[in-house]
């Protein structure tokens, strides 16, 4: 496979998207004709699963190619510490936006998030549309939109007599800032993207695009609800459904700009997520907690006609650690990311073999703090201090110990961790033998590259800056 030297990179991630309720996956809904056009002339990997479900690590993956245990942001939001900050530098951690700068793209990123991940970005932002008028008329609609989540979260966060710090909690979840209403709109990233695709004027770009209408509280223009039922739960889902229907039309835009600009054949394009969603499954209401399916199982898309020319699907196990090796063998770049974990997907999809790993493996921390690994068949999942007690939803689900035969019941339902001892023991020494080689290759890396800590790394804020991304993500529930 060869591919023009420098072509763009355009890296979409929309936010909690499960790939079964995409047009790729399963029937055909009419839900993502944009993506699915994309999908016919690409690459469509089947069993693309997220290695934690929650942003920052996950996304951290993405741009590193490294699973969290060995880039050390194994946290998320306000509980990320000054020791994973301390272990991403230690080891040497570089992202993509760093390599491609270094390779001479223009890089731009269309999100909020801020932190490392401004790093390597020459611009990184959301260019904003409203006044301060606007603005509140604005944040009052999207609390008044949001009723009926609001509603099913004081319901399914608290099973007994809510406290005053459990009322402050949900509370907290809900009082969106004006901010977040108006940068939970795919309307407002796309036109950011785009402005960013004009400023880049003819020079090779690498433009990371995150779309936030899909994650709760779901954003979703009326024209693109079609429940009107009593049934809450119904409306919700209908809710998520539509807000990927609506990031999807978004898509069409940010596509056609490339097009009309003679950049389409020459831009390497990765539709992904970060992590899906549970909409009731498992007991777990309008979330993304827990390691089943419905929230590790992620859509991934490859378009550029030079390297893929042959659309295919590709039904190997695969992990957001290997894009950033795939992308830069696109790219012929042979100075990856020091120490990636990932694998190129090019041998998959040449059909040069059929599966680059015998399992994924995927973690969580926020809520409950759980491990799990997959392979073809079974899935097992292991509570890391051996209870696993859920804080959200204030139980245990399923047990300390869970294992699926996902061929027979791929809803993950019957938890048959007594009657497989053998799959058991074995799936549980490659998980623990798998975090063990992590472990210890993050620690060489570290001993390699005898970094010590600076005065004020890169990617640390003010304190100013620390309160408004406290306030973004309480805005999202992601903290207390």
Avoid at 25 to 35: D, K, Q
Avoid at 75 to 85: A, I, K, S, W
């Amino acid at each position: 496979m060869t591919a023009k030297k420098n072509p763009n990179v355009l890296l979409i991630v929309i936010d909690a998207v499960r790939a079964r309720n995409t047009d790729m996956y399963g029937p055909s809904r009419g839900v993502t004709p944009t993506i699915s056009e994309l999908a016919q002339d690409g690459v469509v990997f089947d069993n693309t699963y997220s290695v934690w479900n929650t942003t920052d690590q996950s996304l951290t993956s993405i741009f590193t190619g490294k699973y969290p245990i060995s880039h050390g942001i194994i946290h998320h939001g306000d509980r990320v510490t000054p020791e994973n900050l301390l272990t991403f530098q230690k080891t040497g951690t570089r992202t993509l936006a760093q390599i491609l700068k270094n390779h001479g793209y223009k890089t731009m990123a269309v999100d909020w998030m801020g932190r490392w991940f401004k790093l390597g970005f020459d611009e990184y932002g959301i260019r904003r549309r409203h006044g301060l008028a606007t603005k509140s008329a604005l944040y009052l609609k999207y609390m008044l939109d949001h009723r009926d989540i609001f509603r099913e979260y004081a319901g399914a966060r608290t099973f007994r007599l809510p406290s005053p710090k459990d009322l402050k909690g949900v509370l907290a979840t809900f009082l969106f800032t004006r901010e977040l209403a108006e940068i939970q709109d795919a309307s407002l990233i796309t036109d950011s993207a785009i402005e960013s695709i004009k400023k880049a004027d003819g020079k090779s770009f690498f433009l990371f695009v995150h779309y936030w209408d899909t994650h709760t509280p779901y954003h979703c223009p009326k024209r693109f609800q079609t429940y009107t039922g009593g049934d809450r739960e119904k409306r919700l889902t209908d809710r998520y459904v539509g807000a990927i229907r609506y990031v999807d039309e978004q898509l069409k835009r940010l596509f056609g700009t490339l097009k009309e600009r003679g950049m389409w054949e020459d831009t390497l394009i990765i539709v992904t997520s970060d992590h899906g969603e549970s909409l009731t499954e498992h007991d777990i209401f309008f979330d993304h907690h827990g390691l089943y399916d419905v929230t590790t199982h992620v859509p991934l898309v490859l378009h550029h006609p030079s390297t893929f020319p042959n659309p295919r699907r590709v039904g190997g196990l695969v992990q957001h650690t290997d894009l950033v090796p795939t992308i830069l063998e696109v790219l012929d770049i042979d100075d990856g990311a020091p120490g990636c974990d990932g694998r190129s997907l090019i041998p998959l999809v040449r059909g040069d073999v059929s599966e680059i790993r015998p399992f994924t493996y995927s973690e969580e921390s926020y809520v409950q703090q759980k491990r799990a690994i997959r392979n073809g068949r079974h899935k097992y999942i292991q509570a890391v201090d051996g209870v696993g007690f859920c804080s959200y939803c204030q139980k245990v689900h399923s047990g300390p110990e869970e294992l699926y035969d996902l061929e027979h019941d791929p809803s993950e339902k019957a938890n048959i961790i007594n009657q497989e001892p053998e799959v058991h023991q074995t799936l549980k020494r490659e998980l623990e033998d798998f975090v063990a080689e992590l472990t210890l290759r993050r620690q060489e890396q570290i001993e390699a590259n005898g970094i010590e800590r600076s005065e004020r790394e890169p990617w640390t804020c003010s304190a100013e800056e620390q309160k408004e991304i406290e306030k973004r993500l309480r805005g999202f529930g992601y903290m207390d």
